[in-house]
């Protein structure tokens, strides 16, 4: 006796869920160190181009941003790197799928959720290549002995700084980056992803 068939539907929505559930617990998973590094890179960048602070008096910010005050500067933010390309990659679908949503159904409020997708999707490329080049960086320095050329090219991809000062496009990311942890903590800590997360599951164990 064979099994019943799967409609493809209900396939793709158990897929949505568990992309979106592993999703979910690799942001908890990531949160507070990203929000470490959001934070300490976010204000030197701030601290050295908009208030002139010099760099003795600030360099602290960056000890922990790759936590070379714990001897982890090699490994850390190759972690971190990573786990931020995974984050991105997986919330892909599911911004897309919301911001479809949004063009359907028309609110007058919005979620932290809606702030969650929005900014996301708004940052997702500069995100992807900030992440990308700061691991090309650690790679390059601490891994394979890169010449200083290479190294150069890195930070300024993961500072943006080809075209205009870094400060710039660090304050921007400061800000985004901030409106993502912030929201994407109220979505881990309140109810709403709890509900969300739920009914989906209950949706696709119902059909199948």
Not at 73 to 99: R, V
Not at 139 to 162: E, P, R, T, W
């Amino acid at each position: 006796m064979t099994s019943p068939q799967v409609p493809a539907s209900v396939l793709a929505r158990s897929n949505a869920f568990r992309i979106q559930k592993w999703q979910r617990q690799l942001a908890t998973v990531a949160v507070v160190p990203l929000g470490i590094i959001v934070l300490t890179g976010g204000l030197y960048r701030v601290l050295r181009g908009w208030l002139n602070v010099p760099s003795e008096k600030c360099g602290w910010l960056l000890d922990i941003h790759v936590m070379s005050i714990l001897g982890l500067e090699k490994i850390f933010p190759l972690i971190m790197g990573l786990l931020t390309i995974l984050l991105i990659i997986t919330s892909i679908p599911m911004s897309l799928k919301w911001f479809q949503s949004r063009k359907k159904v028309r609110r007058t409020t919005t979620t932290p959720r809606d702030v969650h997708r929005g900014v996301g999707i708004c940052i997702t490329i500069p995100l992807l290549f900030t992440a990308l080049s700061g691991v090309g960086y650690v790679i390059g320095k601490h891994y394979i002995g890169a010449d200083k050329a290479f190294l150069k090219s890195m930070m300024q991809m993961h500072q943006f700084s080809y075209f205009s000062p870094a400060v710039y496009y660090i304050t921007i990311l400061f800000a985004a980056g901030v409106l993502l942890l912030a929201s994407g903590s109220s979505l881990l800590m309140g109810s709403e992803g709890s509900r969300r997360d739920g009914a989906v599951y209950t949706l696709v164990s119902a059909e199948q």
